[in-house]
């Protein structure tokens, strides 16, 4: 409320148009220089890559299904993906 100063709350819409507008051109080489900056402070080793949005089923449970034929597909498309960027 004290940020605001009496003004409504932005909707989704609004952080969504920032992003799109503002982040979006910049994303790439904001994470860069974040990623370097970690990893001269000495938080980030480098020796360990982790990847997110990955379409690999992570928790099967007895409410999913698991196609063993789309996971390997994917699998096989992300590992390509992986060696693109790490050759990079």
């Given at each position: 409320?004290?940020?605001?100063?009496?003004?409504?709350?932005?909707?989704?819409?609004?952080?969504?148009?920032?992003?799109?507008?503002?982040?979006?051109?910049?994303?790439?080489?904001?994470?860069?220089?974040?990623?370097n900056t970690l990893f001269g402070l000495g938080e980030t080793s480098g020796k360990s890559i982790f990847i997110d949005g990955t379409k690999i089923e992570a928790c099967a449970n007895k409410y999913t299904f698991?196609?063993?034929?789309?996971?390997t597909k994917n699998q096989a498309k992300l590992l390509v993906k992986i060696a693109g960027l790490i050759a990079v």
């Open positions: 409320m004290y940020l605001l100063e009496g003004f409504p709350a932005p909707d989704h819409a609004t952080f969504a148009r920032f992003r799109s507008i503002h982040f979006a051109p910049c994303a790439k080489r904001i994470l860069a220089e974040m990623s698991v196609w063993k034929k789309a996971v």
